[in-house]
């Protein structure tokens, strides 16, 4: 599927920007944009923000959203869920913001609301280009992202807090890992998420007892230590099991 724009008619009120997660097997990552300027004009801009768009007057909200990222991965069923809606007052106020929004909006001054969306990829599964706005576009650590553009500083404390909480009653986290992976990734993913000290061993103990995970035969290949066993989710069997909850702690 390629990313197309039904018309040309952008509504200038109403925004998205999503959140990408991604996981490196010891960092959470998140994906910020640099952003670009068009008809070639170029100011001394290296802020970078969260990727997002205005939308279209017969586009879907979330619509939108998956054609920002489908732009960006080349990916059009990425896990997404919306964080919530985001209009203060001030959000389109600091100076560099204001500068860009006159070189390329047609009315820069418009009051903006964004709906925000978080993603969960695995980074390895993409390969992510600029799109839109986006002059560059690079894997941060989450603990590393600095001062952003906009409200977006805000919008991702919105958006790793809706993670946390939905970790505790589903398996999404699985969706950052590969097929196949060491159960030191799934205990240091979670634990990196949650900002948190959990216990290994009971971690992994509990979480092997809910029986979503599936060891494999195949084992970590050029590691410098003793190769782990792989396991894999099976997701079925935590969609066709109504009894069980998904706990681990």
Not at 50 to 66: K, M, Q, R, V, Y
Not at 178 to 193: C, D, E, G, M, S
């Amino acid at each position: 599927m390629e990313a197309t724009k039904k018309t040309n008619n952008i509504n200038p009120t109403v925004s998205v920007d999503c959140v990408v997660f991604g996981f490196d097997g010891s960092d959470l990552k998140v994906l910020l944009v640099q952003r670009d300027l068009r008809d070639n004009l170029d100011i001394d801009d290296d802020t970078l923000v969260l990727p997002g768009d205005l939308i279209f007057e017969d586009e879907d909200i979330l619509d939108a959203a998956s054609r920002v990222l489908l732009d960006l991965t080349g990916i059009d069923n990425l896990f997404l869920e919306q964080i919530g809606a985001f209009g203060n007052l001030d959000r389109l106020s600091k100076d560099k913001d204001k500068i860009w929004l006159d070189l390329v909006r047609p009315t820069p001054d418009s009051r903006v609301i964004t709906i925000g969306y978080f993603a969960l990829v695995n980074i390895k599964n993409y390969t992510i280009k600029p799109a839109g706005f986006a002059k560059h576009v690079i894997w941060k650590d989450f603990n590393e992202v600095g001062e952003l553009g906009f409200d977006h500083n805000d919008i991702l404390s919105a958006a790793i807090i809706k993670l946390r909480n939905k970790l505790y009653h589903e398996p999404v986290g699985f969706k950052l890992l590969p097929n196949q992976f060491p159960l030191n990734h799934l205990y240091t993913l979670y634990n990196t998420i949650l900002n948190s000290k959990l216990d290994r061993r009971n971690f992994l103990r509990r979480i092997l007892k809910t029986g979503f995970l599936k060891e494999t035969d195949n084992f970590q290949e050029g590691v410098p230590h003793k190769p782990a066993r792989l396991y894999t989710f099976v997701e079925k069997k935590f969609t066709n099991d109504n009894n069980q909850k998904f706990k681990f702690y």
